[in-house]
């Protein structure tokens, strides 16, 4: 619950001050969250109901209600998207519950028996948590399926069991809510006794415990915090601001003698010694020691300069020479070579269009990149950093590459197949030449020269499978038949491939989560263990062809009430773009020894990037 009034211009100072600011923070774990919700109830709703499944299910919503709030903060691994769950859906939940009980007990009244064992309608009841009070507001269907699986493991005849344990955190539910005479103060005790070794832990989402799938605490904040008042201290902000912190000048005094990840950036200075410091990365000058110097100017280049002073740091000039100089970059095309290449390949068939696209995008990204890299070198040569000769996004350039990122230009031209968290500038330019052997490969050989597709090292991967569509619907033309992307793992190692497919391609480089493929079986299966990366676990070749929809579900039709042989796993960018839907959906075999819904549980999706 948060209650809030902005505040005004024209409201008094005094008043101001006057003001009272009051919080509730929302219980962050499943033991105070289940316990809060099972604190709102009274003995009138506890006694609600005789029969033995009252107290259990009461209960259970309250954990179930719990668990999905946990698991929408497990970051990419729980749900796509964040929802907001909060009290309105736990007492919509507990009126649906006393709902159906009374409806039981109105049937049986009319029956006229009397012994109160009319079942429930489980499978109503489920539906009403899953669609309506929970997916009310859930447009994706992957999330929807989670959350279908997780009412299933709560809500059902065996969740009520006393010798039940439930997930695997193998949790019991407390004896009392099977005796017949509990109380809110026993329910209460016993609840919280028996919550007390409960941990927030990805299991009681039903997750594999992974170290991404822990759910979000503080330590992200505080590691902002952190960073915001080094940079402060560094920027020279008043002590008012910095106050918050124990104390600036002991950071700076640390900062003098170690310089982090974080610290800026200096020029180089040719006028000192040319005896370079032993052990020097970039050749830096053993007498180039100043102090540090702080400057409370707005400039881009007011501050730049005066982060430039400081010891030990990057060294730019050398940097972008040597990342120039190393054949770091990727060659690119010239003018002439890419107009020939625009007028051998044309733009009649689907195909040529998308690699002109491919190539296009990828000259421009290298000359982007080699234009920014020579404007830093010439700049820390020939200038010093002012504000006058330093412009916004020069100055952007220069302090990620100080930082050892890649700077954010070059990755909003990259598109989805960029990692710019947890890489440095050459391991970046590293994978992006990897990205041009390919395309340079696929321009100069042709299609028919290309065994196997790293899907993900193309800028638009969409567009590569949308070619599989065309070319299958030209060849089905005058049919009525909906033609769609149906993609089969194969269980075969790249290097083996020598020929491309009689129909469709192989693709590679895909990961799956939350779940293991197991390669070492004859024809490959997924295994519900914790992957061993601990993260992902890399897929084999993956046949992907255009086939009519009867086709890939055979005579009995999609809507058919036999259940498939298979299950199909979303596949998307990455995790972070998770949101903007499935690229395709990948056909894996099923385990008859796994449930259906198991599946759905664990999270289960792919990705074409190993992030």
Known sequence: MSIQRDCVDQLPQHDRQNVVHISVDMPKSVARSSISGLSWLDDAVISENTRPEWLPLLHNVCILHSILQLRGRAGTVGFTAPYSWNSAELWESLRWLTKEFRLADAIEAQTGSGTGVHPLSWPGLRCMLAEVVYGGTVVDTVDLQQINAIVDVWISTNSIRRETELTRARYRLPDVVFSGHATLASLLKETEASLWLLHDSAEICGLHPTPDARPADGSAVLKTLRQLFRGAALLGVSSSVSGLTTNISNSLDVMKSKVTRGSPIS???????????????????????????????????????????????????????SLLSNKTIPRGWSKDLMQERRQRLGTSLPFDSFLLSEMEKMHELVSSIRSSLQAVRDLTEYCHLTSESLSSELASYCQALCDGHVPKQWCDMAGYASRAENSTPQTWLQELQQRYQQLEKLLSQGREKMPVYVLGDFFNPIGLLSVLLQEAQRQHEGKSSEIVIH???????????????EKGMFIYGLYVWGCTWDKMSGSGEMLDTCPRNPYMTPLPVIHVQAVPRESQFGSSGPDSPVSPQSLNCPCYHSRASRQQGPILALDIPRNEEVPLSRWSLRGMFATLQPF
Do not use: M, V, W, Y
């Open 267 to 321: 020029h180089r200075d040719t006028r000192k010694s040319k005896n370079p410091t032993r052990g020097s990365k970039f050749g830096r000058t053993a007498d180039a020691r100043p102090d540090i110097h702080i400057s409370t100017s707005a400039g881009h280049g007011a501050q730049l300069s005066s982060l430039l002073r400081l010891p030990k740091a990057i060294n730019l000039h050398e940097l972008a020479s």
């Open 487 to 501: 993609a089969e793992i194969t269980n075969r190692d790249r290097q083996h491939l020598r020929d491309c497919p």
